[in-house]
T-cell receptor, first 112, second 115 residues
Framework: GDSVTQMEGPVTLSEEAFLTINCTYT??????LFWYVQYPGEGLQLLLK?????DKGSNKGFEATYRKETTSFHLEKGSVQVSDSAVYFC???????????FGSGTKLNVKP | KAGVTQTPRYLIKTRGQQVTLSCSPI?????VSWYQQTPGQGLQFLFE???????NKGNFPGRFSGRQFSNSRSEMNVSTLELGDSALYLC??????????????FGEGSWLTVV
């Protein structure tokens, strides 16, 4: 069945460090891929998405490229800020309307 | 434009009771879906409604049910509550109508504690 696996956290970085959060997926067909972010006490917010292979999603300095050959959608940011501290979720949406499968989430702590 | 609104935000129930949670989607959105978030199981899909019809269902027991009204507002109900039902219940809505790739927008959730 469809599933998402993402690296376990927490990930602790110093401000301005480079960030990578790994995400791989299993799916039949060609799903769309998403990254959502959850700040403490809030719901999830869309960070970026890609709907087909080789697409790159980007937003607020974050990027992720849909790699069909490696079934991956790794999240990267060149220079993190303290305000980026949150939990990041990788998700896929197969050809089944709005039924999403989420990874377990990766908590990011950025220290000044 | 108002976001997804969920009520109540926090509630405590006793084992065996039932609970109803409410969700008002973003204006104009016709798809509403529900997720359960727990530390152990993460985010799990419960069901999705579109134009008052259940279009998708996750792997939850029949104690979990939902419905959608003609104004797209949705409710979910959990009967015969168990301790394991303690969770954050998230509602999400979408205004896109494709078969995939639609962005879903989440509310802040309803925190349910079963004692």
């Amino acid at each position: 069945g469809d599933s998402v696996t993402q690296m376990e956290g927490p990930v602790t970085l110093s401000e301005e460090a480079f960030l990578t959060i790994n995400c791989t997926y299993t799916a039949t067909g060609y799903p769309s891929l998403f990254w959502y972010v959850q700040y403490p006490g809030e719901g999830l917010q869309l960070l970026l998405k890609a709907t087909k292979a080789d697409d790159k999603g980007s937003n607020k300095g974050f990027e992720a490229t849909y790699r069909k050959e490696t079934t991956s959608f790794h999240l990267e940011k060149g220079s993190v800020q303290v305000s980026d501290s949150a939990v990041y979720f990788c998700a896929l949406s197969p050809y089944n309307f709005n039924k999403f499968y989420f990874g377990s989430g990766t908590k990011l702590n950025v220290k000044p | 434009k108002a976001g997804v609104t969920q009520t109540p935000r926090y509630l405590i129930k006793t084992r065996g009771q039932q609970v109803t949670l409410s969700c008002s989607p973003i204006s104009g959105h016709r798809s509403v879906s529900w997720y359960q978030q727990t530390p152990g199981q993460g985010l799990q899909f419960l069901f999705e409604y579109f134009s008052e019809t259940q279009r998708n269902k996750g792997n939850f027991p029949g104690r979990f049910s939902g419905r959608q009204f003609s104004n797209s507002r949705s409710e979910m109900n959990v009967s015969t509550l168990e301790l394991g039902d303690s969770a954050l219940y998230l509602c999400a809505s979408s205004g896109e109508t494709g078969t995939s790739g639609n962005t879903i927008y989440f509310g802040e959730g309803s925190w349910l504690t079963v004692v």
